[in-house]
């Protein structure tokens, strides 16, 4: 048995060396010339572009020029410079993350770096509201690189000639700030449980097969060798860490666990802790308050005959509640009932897509282009439009996507929050409107030929109001595209409170297919057009289970919680990652099983129409 388990875990450490060693591959060597870049600023003060850099970072002038000839020459927006002998563990760090092939053709991705030195267009830096742009902290540099790619699209990593400096005193916070994963939190866990494994794994081996567990001590401090062998990254520690690395591992791991708190963490707790008062102060009164009178009757067809459909929690952010979806006997239509009121809405909505939820819900957005180019391909083989207003659009990521299939386009975005005057910031949308839909309208007829509402009307108040507003908008001929999650997907009925769709207390109306065909023909526009596989949001099982894992306490910063986490609430997160593996793995399987189910039911779809001409 011991035996086979040394064969296993050589087999699994070579396929992952090879894995890490393809990408690093994949780095370009920034060329240094003595061409000169008249005009290049390290500072605000001159030059077009900024070159952003952490403490104690040196950028000779010549690397700085060279950095600034390439990204033009190559049309690079953000260009991260990794240094030639990054020490291996902020090298492992980041290639474990970042497929830097892809990220080189990659424009709506978020940023990704080695934290030592970022070279940006100036209008992005100020643009992205970053301030200081010398002396900073790695993980503030993380942070500002994230970001700054949102206002760039392209993006590079190139190995320069420059000094790489021991980070692991800000390890925990860099991982974190620059959104590595979703959650955010989970980057740190993720990366020293997969080191603690291998390491416990190794030990394993030895005291189980002793001959075969030398050797395969042996085999695991060459990896790192291996990993970097023909690559233009030569780590400055690593025949130190291939010689020590029995004892490197634990001590890298404790190192990193027990760094005092970084200025750029103080500065996230402080604003949570703010957060956590506040939050406090309005759960004490009690959620109760949030929560309005039961109507009697459906607010789609006017039927009395309502059952109670799913009963469900906030499973994004965990915040406490019950809320209950009511089903029409008449129509099919799923509505909250009773209804969260806007008072409770705006509750459950902070920091959601803003505030402490801004850096997560960009990483989500940024990652469903997919989506977004399906929505136009619909809308393409029905019409090639001049201008298309986008309903809820948030800052106006599905713009960002749809414009380069539609260059001649003109996108407008229109939303009730700040975020889409963000987007007018980034050039995401060519005009911002900021209201609701419904007090804008009469000033918008005419003006478009597309409107489009994704995920948009479950989430108002009034939603045939707004098929009203949108119907006299539109000029004849003109369409609207409608994309919606479907109450009749058969993983709605089977996973109940636990469907991620039901996405509790925001969607307030989830409105079957045939009802929203008959509402858009009842005022003028033909269905020309409906998708419900092409539609779907992934995996059902994964997402719920996903979501299981999120409300058992995977985030244990979240300021609704009743107190700051300490000891416990850590321990909880190890104990929810144990679970979340088996988890994981079970739903994965259910999501395989039930592919033919799947293939004809959606957890979503898209419905085209167009205005009638008379």
């Known amino acids: 048995m011991g035996t086979a388990l040394v064969a296993i875990v050589v087999a699994f450490m070579g396929v992952n060396a090879w894995r890490l060693r393809r990408r690093l591959r994949a780095l370009r060597v920034l060329p240094v010339g003595p061409e000169p870049s008249p005009g290049m600023g390290r500072s605000p003060e001159g030059g077009d572009h900024v070159l952003l850099t952490a403490r104690n970072v040196d950028v000779p002038a010549d690397v700085a020029q060279a950095a600034e000839r390439y990204a033009r020459d190559n049309g690079i927006g953000l260009l991260d410079l990794l240094p030639r002998d990054l020490p291996v563990d902020g090298a492992l760090d980041l290639t474990r993350h970042t497929r830097f092939g892809a990220y080189r053709e990659d ?87 997969a080191m603690a494994a291998g390491y416990l794994l190794v030990v394993a081996g030895v005291l189980l097969a002793p001959v075969p567990g030398l050797l395969l001590a042996l085999w695991y401090c060459a990896v790192p060798a291996l990993v970097f062998a023909g690559t233009p990254v030569r780590p400055r520690d690593l025949a130190r860490v291939c010689l020590l690395r029995p004892l490197y591992v634990p001590v890298s791991i404790v190192r990193t666990l027990t760094a005092p708190r970084t200025r750029w963490e103080r500065a996230l707790l402080a604003r949570r802790e703010e957060a956590r008062s506040w939050y406090r102060e309005q759960i004490d009164r009690g959620v109760g308050r949030f929560v309005g009178p039961r109507a009697q009757e459906c607010p789609w067809c006017g039927s009395a005959s309502l059952s109670r459909h799913v009963v469900a929690r906030d499973i994004l952010q965990g915040k406490p509640g019950r809320f209950t979806m009511e089903r029409c006997g008449g129509c099919g239509h799923v509505f909250q009932n009773p209804r969260v009121s806007p008072e409770g809405l705006a509750f459950y909505y902070k920091d959601v897509y803003d505030g402490l939820g801004d850096v997560l819900a960009e990483r989500i957005f940024s990652s469903n282009t997919s989506w977004y180019l399906a929505r136009v391909a619909m809308v393409r083989r029905a019409t090639e439009p001049g201008s298309w207003l986008d309903v809820g659009t948030g800052k106006g990521h599905f713009c960002r996507a749809a414009r380069t299939v539609l260059p001649e386009t003109r996108f407008d975005g229109l939303d009730f929050g700040a975020a889409v005057d963000e987007g007018a910031q980034r050039g995401w949308v060519d005009r911002a409107y900021r209201d609701e839909f419904l007090t804008l309208a009469p000033d918008l007829a005419g003006r478009y030929d597309v409107i489009s509402m994704h995920h948009y009307l479950e989430h108002t108040s009034d939603p045939l109001a707004e098929l009203d507003a949108a119907a006299k908008v539109l000029p004849p001929g003109g369409h609207l595209l409608i994309e919606l999650p479907d109450p009749e997907s058969w993983f709605g009925k089977v996973l109940r409170g636990f469907w991620v769709p039901w996405l509790a207390p925001q969607h307030l109306h989830m409105i079957p297919i045939a009802n929203l065909r008959a509402a858009l023909e009842h005022r003028g526009l033909d269905v020309v057009a409906e998708e419900r596989r092409e539609a779907d949001q992934g995996p059902d099982f994964v997402a719920s289970a996903a979501a299981v894992v999120n409300r058992l306490g995977l985030d244990v910063d979240r300021p609704w919680w009743p107190r700051v986490p300490g000891r416990r609430e850590y321990v909880g997160v190890l104990g929810t990652l144990a679970l979340a593996a088996p988890l994981m793995g079970a739903a994965v399987l259910l999501d395989l099983l039930t592919v033919p189910i799947a293939r004809r039911n959606s957890n979503a779809y898209r419905v085209l129409a167009r205005k009638n001409l008379g």
Do not use: N
């Not at 830096?125 to 540099?141: C, N, Q, W």
């Open 107 to 193: 424009v709506f991705g978020m940023g990704r770096g080695a934290c030592h030195a970022v070279l940006a267009p100036r209008r992005a830096v100020v643009a992205a509201g970053v301030g200081e742009v010398g002396d900073l902290d790695p993980d503030e540099l993380a942070e500002a690189t994230a970001r700054l790619k949102l206002y760039t699209g392209s993006a590079d990593v190139v190995v320069a000639p420059i000094g790489g400096h021991d980070q692991t005193a800000f390890r925990r916070a860099r991982m974190r700030a620059m959104a590595l994963v979703i959650p955010q939190t989970l980057a740190l866990p993720q990366t020293l449980l």
